[in-house]
């Protein structure tokens, strides 16, 4: 069977190998040319509108080695750079050389990307979050890292109760440290927001249950996030929907993730009672029963 | 020995610790509360609100309020709710939580507790005071015990009777 292929070989058994690296020498000679070419033309059956099947990437070299053999057989002029077809790069085909430069001018954007150009915008636009710590050599630029200033959010004198309380948890709380969170919660909350609870009429409700801290060991029970100012009618309100929630369990324990879904069921029905300093309360409901 | 409410408050006035509502309804709060559990109140809380008191340090009172203008109840101050508990409110805790004192028995000088609302307010979690006297002297003390680090019992300085009340024990042994 080698011998049959031999035979009808155009260049006999004996140089087979210099046929196949001559082959080798012109699909290397003739790639990019035919590449081009390709794409040229399946560029213009695009626009025309006429049926050219390129299935793989590599149908595209194909095509065009094939249109530059028809043009060499029609001229009888050898393939070569003077006879490849003059390629137009277009939207639909962009050449590799085009793709190249394309990706330089991205590389160029990251280097040197607009939030530098612009970041002197952001310096003025933050200088006010320094103010609102009263921190105001922070403001210009000038802040002082061997005396950070006291801001809002900062409660040195309570840090190490509470400290001792969170290396606690874990556990439930007794009555002695819920009590002691209490008063610190009051504490922050009134702080946090320049006048107490109390003088607005208000009570700190504590979003997650103190009771169910022990199941969020690495969260803070007094996180001014968990704190919220709530009219007493507010706090009615929460508690019968605890209760409720407490009941539902049958006695046992709740795991973190039914706590979150009860707080995110609950916060909503609070919403008209939470008490903001600086915004006006609602006006008082109408009153149920009359006269004593 | 009992201290009497109004030497209490004349004290923690004194002290800047103690403060009064501007309306004096006190006969109103007084026949209102009787209503509610049909029979004389203690003199000791009757001594209470004649005393008109509207805070005591960081805590809120719990006394309802009667609008004239509009001839009804504008704040009911959940004067209520520990009924089942068989105790008044006095003072609210400042997060949803009540200090009541106990009208179970018939007595003048009634102990006073804590109601967690975590609790569903169905018993007291600890006795506060026994007497209402007492409560106000340690209540105003509270914040600062918190803040000071006192040791547990510290409360026993002031009110040596604390562990002596029938219904909960004192905080440090209630757990």
């Given at each position: 069977m080698?011998?049959?292929?031999?035979t009808a070989?155009p260049?006999?058994?004996?140089?087979?190998?210099?046929?196949?690296?001559?082959?080798?020498?012109?699909?290397?000679?003739?790639g990019?040319?035919?590449?081009?070419?390709?794409r040229?033309?399946w560029?213009?059956?695009?626009?025309?509108?006429?049926d050219?099947?390129?299935?793989?990437?590599?149908?595209?070299?194909?095509i065009?080695?094939q249109?530059?053999?028809?043009?060499?057989?029609?001229?009888?002029?050898?393939?070569?750079?003077?006879?490849?077809?003059?390629?137009?790069?277009?939207?639909?085909?962009?050449?590799?050389?085009?793709?190249?430069?394309?990706?330089?001018?991205?590389?160029?954007?990251?280097?040197?990307?607009?939030d530098?150009?612009?970041?002197?915008?952001?310096?003025?636009?933050?200088?006010?979050?320094?103010?609102?710590?009263?921190?105001?050599?922070?403001?210009?630029?000038?802040g002082?890292?061997?005396?950070?200033?006291?801001?809002?959010?900062?409660?040195?004198?309570?840090?190490?109760?509470?400290?001792?309380?969170?290396?606690?948890?874990?556990?439930?709380?007794?009555?002695?440290?819920?009590d002691?969170?209490?008063?610190?919660?009051?504490?922050?909350?009134?702080?946090?927001?320049?006048?107490?609870?109390?003088?607005?009429?208000?009570q700190?409700?504590?979003?997650?249950?103190?009771?169910?801290?022990?199941?969020?060991?690495?969260a803070?029970?007094?996180?001014?996030?968990?704190?919220?100012?709530?009219?007493p009618?507010?706090?009615?309100?929460?508690?019968?929907?605890?209760d409720?929630?407490?009941?539902?369990?049958?006695?046992?324990?709740?795991?973190?993730?039914?706590?979150?879904?009860?707080?995110?069921?609950?916060?909503?029905l609070?919403?008209?009672?939470v008490?903001?300093?600086?915004?006006?309360?609602?006006p008082?409901?109408?009153?149920?029963?009359?006269?004593? | 020995?009992?201290?009497?409410?109004?030497?209490?408050?004349?004290?923690?006035?004194?002290?800047?610790?103690l403060?009064r509502r501007?309306?004096?309804?006190?006969?109103?709060?007084?026949?209102?509360?009787?209503?509610?559990?049909?029979?004389?109140?203690?003199?000791d809380?009757?001594?209470?609100?004649?005393?008109?008191?509207?805070?005591?340090?960081?805590f809120?009172?719990?006394?309802?309020?009667?609008?004239?203008?509009?001839?009804?109840?504008?704040?009911d101050?959940a004067?209520?709710?520990?009924?089942?508990?068989?105790?008044?409110?006095?003072?609210?805790?400042?997060?949803?939580?009540?200090?009541g004192?106990?009208?179970?028995?018939?007595?003048?000088?009634?102990?006073?507790?804590?109601?967690?609302?975590?609790?569903?307010?169905?018993?007291?979690?600890?006795?506060?005071?026994?007497?209402?006297?007492?409560f106000?002297?340690?209540?105003?003390e509270?914040?600062?015990?918190?803040?000071?680090?006192?040791p547990?019992?510290?409360?026993?300085?002031?009110?040596?009777?604390?562990?002596n009340?029938?219904?909960?024990?004192?905080?440090?042994?209630?757990?």
């Open positions: 080698g011998t049959a292929q031999a070989s260049v006999g058994d004996d140089n087979i190998n210099n046929w196949m690296a001559q082959r080798w020498s012109d699909v290397r000679s003739l990019v040319q035919a590449e081009a070419a390709g040229n033309l560029a213009q059956a695009t626009r025309a509108g006429q050219l099947s390129a299935p793989n990437p590599s149908d595209i070299p194909a065009g080695a249109f530059l053999k028809a043009s060499s057989r029609s001229t009888g002029a050898l393939s070569g750079p003077t006879v490849a077809p003059q390629f137009v790069p277009t939207p639909d085909a962009p050449t590799p050389a085009a793709l190249m430069q394309q990706q330089a001018w991205f590389r160029q954007t990251q280097r040197d990307p607009l530098k150009q612009y970041s002197w915008m952001a310096a003025i636009a933050l200088a006010p979050t320094a103010f609102l710590g009263l921190d105001l050599p922070a403001a210009f630029g000038l002082n890292a061997a005396e950070p200033a006291l801001g809002m959010t900062d409660f040195p004198e309570l840090e190490a109760w509470q400290t001792q309380i969170e290396r606690q948890l874990g556990r439930v709380l007794t009555k002695n440290e819920k002691a969170l209490r008063e610190i919660a009051r504490a922050r909350w009134a702080q946090a927001n320049g006048v107490s609870a109390k003088e607005l009429g208000a700190v409700h504590h979003e997650d249950p103190l009771e169910w801290a022990h199941l969020k060991p690495n803070d029970p007094n996180r001014l996030s968990n704190l919220l100012g709530l009219r009618p507010g706090h009615t309100v929460a508690n019968r929907a605890w409720l929630f407490r009941r539902s369990l049958g006695g046992a324990q709740p795991t973190p993730a039914q706590v979150t879904a009860q707080k995110l069921r609950v916060n909503p609070l919403e008209p009672y008490v903001r300093p600086g915004l006006p309360q609602p008082p409901k109408p009153p149920v029963g009359g006269a004593p | 020995m009992t201290i009497s409410v109004p030497e209490v408050a004349r004290i923690l006035e004194g002290r800047g610790a403060g501007r309306k004096n309804q006190t006969a109103w709060v007084i026949d209102f509360v009787t209503g509610l559990i049909e029979r004389p109140i203690p003199a809380l009757a001594d209470f609100y004649r005393e008109n008191i509207e805070w005591v340090g960081d809120q009172t719990a006394i309802p309020v009667w609008n004239d203008h509009v001839s009804r109840v504008t704040d101050a004067v209520d709710r520990l009924m089942a508990a068989k105790a008044i409110p006095l003072f609210w805790d400042g997060c949803g939580s009540l200090y004192v106990d009208v179970s028995t018939d007595t003048d000088h009634p102990a006073v507790y804590f109601f967690d609302h975590e609790d569903g307010w169905e018993k007291p979690a600890y006795a506060a005071g026994s007497s209402i006297g007492s106000l002297l340690l209540l105003a509270h914040d600062a015990a918190i803040d000071e680090k006192r547990p019992g510290w409360e026993l300085k002031i009110d040596p009777d604390l562990g009340c029938p219904r909960a024990p004192p905080i440090w042994l209630a757990d």
